[in-house]
């Protein structure tokens, strides 16, 4: 037969096989992957759709579900929103591998075996909380109230948190969220500004911008959908961007000018920024003298920092210093100074960072006005007491929070106190953890510390979605329901496109799981704890809907979102502050009277020690924390970490772009394997790896592994001496190819200023490590 | 399609929101996000992503190789509603919208296409019992439903821009005759790709580097040996019984 002609037979013989295909006989998987509805629509076509919020994230961007047959197909966004409309990020995108993930938890399980060690049985939910509410009554009969502590974080968290708060403990809130990121920036911008322009949100007005700063703030890297299309819109409409950062991250690709700053000397240039523009008269004369404090203070306290001070300090060029406060100080008061997030980088001088952001903002004016920083709009939501527990608990004798951080209590208590606090029994003991939506071992600096502080413990238990190494770490696993099976609180959003929405179930939960709100109550009824009275959470909605005139209902036929007319800036003559002054303060008098800076110092952190580089970290696009690792779709996009790798370093120790290494930082503790991106984009003293990666559960099975841990590296901290955050960029460490230990070689000068870093254990670092 | 590089700020949205829309399973994608850099260029260091999808070429050789036998087929206009008869092999270029599209129900799942299409912008899909090539089909039937794209409609920063080239008041056709626009095309290989890129200088030169392509892939592709299509069928006639 010719060839041909055989094509031709086969062809047909395909299509007559096709046809019969058609035919319905039910003999014939489908020949491609189908979701489609009973109507035969493709794809998400055709699916209903339900409204509500996501929670891959703390961002909490209006979605909608996409439903067909019961079966979610897939998460958009909620077109009624005025911050994202119809858009996701990739991690909203994924939400729908999250239910379906096979390695969810999903019945309540009791540890059988070591802890740590990841042996189970499953139990019955009536067990699980019985033996969690005997073990809350058993250790606050024996140690106090005290004795217990909460770690949390996310909307799964807050039902629970009332528990340990009427169970009389200071210790009911010790968010990660704030001692391990944004507490040092929260705090400053309170203190300045009167309210906290950076928290969970950021009130700055980047859409609006004629310039905008960014101090280490990975844009794009992170991802927060209204926060990065705002930044994006600004870009767009032609503003100038100034990025300072070691690493030249996707932000710096886009920068009109980039600034590869030493580690550690932020302060430094932003005090000689502010010398500069006092000096030159680039500030904004009348905001300051209507609507500052301590300007003279300040004034005299930056004179000596000029910039030729802080060149060599920043390893930056003078000129280029110079250029980009320019660029800033022509803008004003439309300029952008981003007050940052992730703030718990030296412990000493974050919070001091933080203050100088804001008060260079308050130098340019850029308070209340258009691409400035703006004011939260009110949002008018009702409150429900059956979602509330406990009133405030007293304090201890011996206080962790206030006895050791003067502003610690503001936030809670500090998450590497409670640690040592379990491990030495001072100032009282610490027995009991409830852990709820955080992954605490690789939050928390030094997870080898915290994991005999857990070996010391009577009882730990958690609330958890996913085998996450805390799970692992738990006697008790509650296993709770994701956000797209749950019922939540309303949900406002008071940036610059306010609304108001809620989170409802899109799916049923699956498998035994609960939601949050019936694990709390379940819970607070074993302990005789009279909250939680309403039956179903939807009361409690109904209830703080009333004041914004709606019900469940009327907002569902509004497409489940309702927006809220924005109320950003003011006027100058209407500027108020809720400062005790009613003006921003440049130099911050509740800080004096703790005896601590007023106003900002450089304190120099110390550089690597002969050897090593400084460990860095950052975000990916497509991950949260260390909690998506495991998501199907997440995975496939990004399965590891890379180590940034200066390429000159690269070249000087012979390493190539791809290699596998092992890291072990200043202790001797060594990483999980990771492969080196080798780049002229970051300075030759640092290396950088993203967050999250190198998960020790081994119930994770797609993320058990993969990649390198920053996390378990991290063993050197110092506390904020304002409010106790404990932090994360005073790690370093040097490179092992095979058997052999690779020193960092010393590429960047280090001035006077600044003391290198002073190895613990000179003799162990040498031999290697230990673990 | 054009996609602007100085607003893609590399988050992959779009390769899941394609993945969640058609159930493409992990390991295969018709969509991708590629990291490039940061690295050294003549106009500074660069430091920008490759979202890639099937470019639609004017002239697709993953259709010239297409082994199926043409039969006919009666296209629409959707904006004149003119109706053409051309033959087509099981994988075609539509006559009036210029999607390359396949018909699922011709593919023998040879693979032929997937080799020669110089971007890597086809899989065949070995999950089924019976393999079938996919690719992007500019989310046709999405848009025959009125929506856009998926990966237009999740963008977090508008990024992407989808619309009509021959329609001169579309905003596309204004950026591709401002001649601001790049395409992934080489000296080698330059086969009309429908997607454009727009960048900053340093961004747009590190993507041609990297990711035009240079290989003419289409000229090595062998047409399915006998053994092959028997397989095919064979296969096909197993999953009947």
Redesign the interface.
């Known amino acids: 037969m010719k060839r041909r002609r055989f094509l031709k037979l086969s062809a047909s013989a395909c299509a007559a096989l096709a046809a019969l295909e058609l035919q319905g006989k039910g003999m014939f998987r489908p020949a491609v992957a189908s979701t489609g509805d009973a109507q035969g629509l493709p794809g998400s076509l055709g699916a209903k759709e339900i409204p509500s919020v996501c929670e891959m994230c703390f961002w909490r961007c209006p979605i909608v579900g996409k439903v067909k047959k019961g079966r979610l197909v897939k998460i958009e966004g909620n077109p009624k929103s005025p911050a994202n409309d119809t858009r996701v990020c990739a991690r909203g995108n994924s939400g729908v591998q999250l239910i379906y993930d096979p390695d969810r938890l999903k019945y309540p399980l009791k540890r059988t075996g070591k802890r740590g060690e990841g042996k189970w049985a499953r139990i019955s939910w009536d067990e699980a909380l019985d033996e969690v509410a005997h073990n809350m009554n058993k250790v606050r009969d024996k140690y106090g109230p005290h004795a217990l502590a909460y770690f949390d974080h996310g909307a799964s968290a807050e039902f629970m948190r009332g528990i340990f708060k009427a169970l009389g403990t200071e210790n009911y809130t010790n968010e990660p969220a704030f001692f391990q990121c944004v507490g040092p920036a929260a705090l400053a911008f309170i203190k300045t500004m009167g309210y906290i322009t950076s928290g969970t949100r950021q009130y700055v007005d980047m859409k609006n911008a004629k310039a905008i700063l960014l101090v280490a703030s990975h844009i794009g890297e992170n991802v927060h959908v209204s926060h990065v299309s705002e930044y994006m819109e600004g870009l767009s409409k032609g503003a100038k961007l100034v990025v300072v950062d070691p690493r030249f991250s996707a932000p710096a690709g886009k920068a009109d000018i980039y600034l590869p700053i030493r580690p550690g000397t932020d302060t430094a240039l932003l005090l000689a920024w502010m010398n500069f523009i006092i000096e030159k008269g680039l500030y904004d004369k009348d905001f300051v003298k209507s609507h500052c404090t301590g300007f003279d203070d300040v004034k005299a306290a930056v004179k000596k920092c000029t910039i030729e001070w802080a060149a060599p300090i920043c390893d930056l060029k003078p000129e280029d210093m110079k250029k980009a406060i320019i660029t800033l100080a022509e803008a004003r008061p439309h300029v952008a100074i981003h007050p940052g997030r992730h703030a718990t980088w030296y412990g000493k001088g974050d919070t001091s960072r933080h203050q100088a952001l804001g008060m260079l903002a308050a130098l340019f004016g850029a308070v209340g006005v258009p691409g400035g920083l703006y004011f939260p709009t009110p949002v008018k939501k009702g409150h429900s007491e059956c979602a509330e527990c406990g009133g405030e608990p007293e304090t201890p004798d011996e206080s962790i929070q206030e006895d050791y951080y003067p502003f610690a209590s503001m936030f809670g208590s500090p998450t590497s106190k409670l640690v040592e606090a379990s491990l030495t029994g001072k100032p009282y003991p610490v027995k009991l953890w409830g852990i709820n939506g955080v992954n605490i071992l690789q939050t928390i600096p030094d997870p080898y510390k915290t994991m005999e502080a857990i070996n010391k413990l009577d009882f730990i238990f958690c609330e958890e979605i996913m085998p996450t190494e805390t799970a692992m770490w738990s006697d008790i696993v509650l296993p709770g329901a994701t956000y797209l099976e749950r019922y939540d609180a309303v949900y406002s959003y008071d940036l610059l496109t306010p609304y108001i929405t809620v989170r409802q179930p899109v799916v049923k939960p699956m498998f035994e799981v609960k939601s949050s709100y019936w694990i709390a109550r379940q819970l607070a009824k074993r302990l005789g704890l009279e909250c939680f009275q309403a039956k179903d959470i939807r009361e409690i909605i109904e209830e703080e809907l009333k004041p914004a005139g709606l019900s469940l209902e009327s907002l569902n036929k509004k497409g489940g979102l309702v927006p809220i007319k924005a109320k950003p800036y003011r006027k100058r003559k209407d500027l108020k502050f809720k400062t005790e002054s009613g003006k921003i303060n440049l130099s911050v008098t509740d800080f004096e009277d703790e005896d601590l800076d007023p106003i900002p110092k450089f304190i120099p952190t110390p550089a690597p020690p002969k050897g090593y580089a400084r460990l860095i970290y950052g975000r990916v696009p497509v991950h949260t924390f260390s909690r998506t690792m495991n998501n199907k779709w997440l995975h496939n996009e990004w399965p590891e970490n890379q180590l940034w790798l200066n390429d000159e370093v690269a070249g000087k120790i012979g390493l190539k772009d791809g290699e596998e290494v092992v890291l072990e930082n200043q202790d001797g503790y060594k990483s999980l394997p990771i492969k080196l991106k080798v780049t002229p984009g970051i300075r030759a003293d640092v290396v950088y790896m993203a967050h999250g990666y190198g998960s020790r559960s081994k119930m994770l099975t797609k993320a058990f592994k993969k990649g390198a841990s920053d996390q378990f590296m991290i063993t050197e901290y110092i506390n904020d001496p304002f409010m106790g955050a404990s932090s994360h960029r005073t790690n370093f460490v040097r490179i092992i190819k095979g058997n052999k230990v690779i020193n960092i070689p010393d590429l960047c000068p280090i001035p006077p200023q600044i003391p290198r870093f002073k190895l613990k254990n000179a003799a162990s670092a040498k031999t290697g490590g230990k673990k | 399609m054009v996609i602007d590089l100085?607003?893609c700020?590399?988050?992959?949205?779009c390769?899941?929101?394609c993945?969640?829309?058609?159930?493409?399973?992990?390991?295969y994608r018709r969509n991708w996000?590629h990291r490039l850099?940061?690295?050294?260029t003549p106009h500074g260091?660069?430091?920008?992503f490759y979202p890639g999808l099937c470019n639609h070429c004017d002239d697709p050789k993953c259709v010239s190789v297409c082994?199926?036998?043409p039969?006919e087929r009666t296209f629409k206009d959707p904006k004149t509603g003119k109706k053409k008869t051309i033959a087509i092999h099981?994988t075609f270029k539509h006559p009036f919208t210029g999607a390359v599209l396949i018909d699922?129900?011709?593919c023998?799942g040879c693979g032929s296409c997937v080799e020669a299409c110089p971007y890597g912008a086809r899989y065949l899909?070995e999950?089924?019992?019976?393999p079938?090539a996919?690719k992007c089909t500019f989310?046709v039937?999405?848009l025959e439903?009125g929506?856009q794209p998926?990966c237009v409609?999740?963008?977090?920063?508008?990024a992407r821009i989808f619309g009509d080239l021959s329609d001169k008041s579309s905003q596309v056709h204004k950026i591709v005759a401002s001649g601001k626009a790049i395409r992934l095309t080489s000296k080698e290989v330059n086969i009309g790709p429908n997607v454009y890129y727009t960048g900053?200088k340093k961004?747009t030169h590190l993507l041609i580097k990297k990711y035009a392509p240079h290989e003419r892939k289409w000229e090595n592709v062998m047409?399915p040996t006998?053994r092959d299509?028997?397989l095919?069928?064979v296969r096909?006639?197993k999953?009947?019984?």
């Open positions: 100085k607003r700020v590399g988050c992959h949205a390769a899941i929101a993945r969640a829309e058609w159930g493409i399973p992990v390991g996000v850099g940061p690295e050294k260091l660069s430091y920008t082994p199926v036998d039969e099981a699922k129900t011709r023998i899909n999950e089924l019992d019976d079938k996919d989310c039937e999405r439903a929506e998926a409609k999740t963008c977090i920063t508008k900053l961004d047409a006998r299509i028997i095919a069928a096909r006639l999953t009947a019984v």
